[in-house]
């Protein structure tokens, strides 16, 4: 391991997005006397009466949930997007705007209130892979669909406002940003190399060895040399495959098993049920040539000391970038102790 990248400050360039990130690894020396985050540790009941997503409630619509048993979908009574949006444009001097359509859907993994997919089954985490796959495929044969995100925020600290373990999928006629930053690198390494970026990364990584958390015969999963949340984890299948629909049903139990991995670390990491975003980046649904992508799942934990100490993107990483203090290696030691 390079010693001076856990002594000083420094940059570290991230591959996919063509950024950089500061990191500081003195600074996790230093005394803490900012806000402290409640902690929840309530138990909750594997049905809730209260709760919008339980099996067989009514939702704020007036629909009424079946009696599902594994993963229920529905279409988002709030949706960001809407599928009957007008189509139009601004273009005045610097004022512009574009219309955007896009259809949102919820995804309950489990009946049971009380869970997250860290307390899930293998097999039942493989419904919500299995589910993933199907919607990815029908949103994305929609013509006015050419991307199709496919999210979770876990936990009230990340502005989840309902604790029954879902996820979202938003999908939208254009690529979001952070799509096109990776679209960019991802095809302009490509073109050179005849190689997937990932796949190249992922070799580096192995003989590394420094940031590698757990492996299975189909997955790796890692901190990210760059990344910018302090135990921040990306999922990256070891084959090519361009988005979810391409693994097989072994792949996806694969995969299953590597959120299981993962997930259940993060909540001994500081005994708490770990909050995160969680997403997968993988090729767009606008029927171009997307061999240049190679999918993947990223974690984003914002908590940095402890289960009440959580990381602030404010002051300089809002006016300058990204900045981390422990080190990618140091977070990565840590997770990997803990499977």
């Known amino acids: 391991m390079n010693t001076d990248l856990q002594d000083f400050s420094h940059k570290r360039f991230n591959i996919l997005t063509g950024e950089w990130v500061l990191v500081s690894p003195h600074r996790a020396k230093r005394p803490w006397q900012g806000q402290n985050e409640a902690v929840s540790n309530e138990v909750r009941p594997a049905y809730d009466p209260s709760c919008y997503l339980c099996a067989g409630n009514t939702r704020i619509n007036g629909e009424v949930n079946p009696d599902y048993k594994d993963v229920f979908v529905f279409t988002n009574d709030f949706a960001a997007l809407q599928t009957d949006s007008k189509t139009f444009s601004v273009n005045n001097g610097l004022f512009k705007a574009e219309s955007e359509q896009g259809i949102c859907k919820v995804i309950c993994f489990s009946p049971d209130h009380s869970k997250s997919l860290a307390d899930m089954a293998v097999e039942d985490i493989n419904k919500v892979v299995t589910t993933w796959q199907k919607e990815y495929v029908e949103l994305g044969s929609n013509d006015t669909i050419n991307y199709v995100q496919i999210f979770e925020n876990k936990g009230a600290v990340m502005g989840c406002s309902n604790p029954h373990p879902h996820g979202q999928i938003w999908s939208q006629s254009t690529l979001p940003n952070e799509i096109l930053k990776k679209e960019k690198e991802q095809k302009e390494y490509y073109a050179k190399n005849k190689r997937s970026l990932l796949g190249d990364y992922l070799q580096q990584e192995i003989e590394a060895n420094e940031r590698i958390i757990y492996t299975n015969e189909d997955?790796?999963?890692?901190?990210?040399?760059?990344?910018?949340?302090?135990?921040?984890?990306?999922?990256?299948?070891?084959?090519?495959?361009?988005?979810?629909?391409q693994i097989s049903n072994t792949e996806s139990l694969a995969f299953a098993d590597a959120i299981s991995v993962i997930t259940k670390a993060y909540d001994k990491l500081f005994n708490t049920s770990f909050p995160y975003s969680s997403g997968i980046h993988q090729a767009p649904t606008n029927g171009k040539d997307n061999s240049h992508w190679h999918w993947h799942m990223s974690f984003y934990p914002p908590l940095l000391r402890s289960a009440t100490v959580k990381k602030f993107m404010v002051g300089y990483e809002m006016f300058g970038s990204p900045q981390r203090d422990i080190t990618a290696e140091q977070a990565a030691s840590r997770l990997r102790y803990l499977i």
């Open 219 to 245: 997955f790796i999963v890692l901190t990210p040399f760059w990344a910018v949340w302090p135990f921040e984890v990306m999922i990256v299948p070891k084959k090519q495959y361009n988005n979810i629909s």
